[in-house]
């Protein structure tokens, strides 16, 4: 059994900086591919950045390139968002995602075989 806990979302202002993190229990992950993303009201999840296993290899959607950071820090088995310069359209719900061990990382949620519950991110204008 996995589970994975997201903090950090909160409300802010445009142009301010939120952290999220991303915990994982359970069995141990530190070595599957992991990824945030993001769902706002009466849209589709998206992706927004997805890290390797040993984050050697990262992608970014491209309206937050720039911006987003993600890292991640195996030995807490955690991984980080880091959101700057954010924009009223980066509202919505944070989600973090892990792959079964040994899978490669990819940008598409269906390949995502352990969700957290989710974190609200609010960007007021």
């Known amino acids: 059994q996995v589970h994975l806990v997201e903090s950090g979302g909160g409300l802010v202002q445009a142009g301010g900086s939120l952290r999220l993190s991303c915990a994982a229990s359970?069995?141990?992950?530190?070595?599957?591919?992991k990824g945030w993303f993001r769902q706002a009201p009466g849209k589709e999840r998206e992706f927004v950045a997805v890290i390797s296993w040993n984050g050697g290899i990262t992608y970014y959607k491209d309206s937050v390139k720039g911006r987003f950071t993600i890292s991640r820090d195996n030995a807490k088995n955690t991984v980080y968002l880091q959101m700057n310069s954010l924009k009223p359209e980066d509202t919505a719900v944070y989600y973090c995602?892990?792959?079964?061990?040994?899978?490669?990382?990819?940008?598409?949620?269906?390949?995502?075989?352990?969700w957290g519950q989710g974190t609200q991110v609010t960007v007021s204008s």
């Open positions: 995602a892990a792959r079964t061990p040994g899978l490669g990382v990819t940008t598409t949620p269906s390949t995502y075989d352990y």
């Open positions: 359970g069995r141990t992950i530190s070595s599957s591919a």
